[in-house]
């Protein structure tokens, strides 16, 4: 096998950047999970919801 084929056959089954790429999607799906539990939490139902919660918890009678 000649030198130029060795070093072609490296270079393309080299994947030392894979790792940063991995936490660069893992990073944006964390991102994007969070903007959406946001929108959810933030949203009028869930907040109406955990008052009413909030409200009853304080004004019960033990």
């Known amino acids: 096998m000649s030198a130029a084929l060795r070093r072609l056959r490296r270079f393309l089954s080299d994947d030392a950047g894979m790792s940063t790429v991995e936490y660069a ?16 939490v933030s949203g009028e139902n869930i907040v109406t919801a955990l008052t009413g919660l909030v409200e009853r918890a304080l004004s019960s009678t033990v």
Do not use: H, K
Request: charged share 0%.
């Open 25 to 40: 999607i893992g990073t944006l799906a964390a991102a994007a999970f969070a903007a959406v539990l946001y929108s959810v």
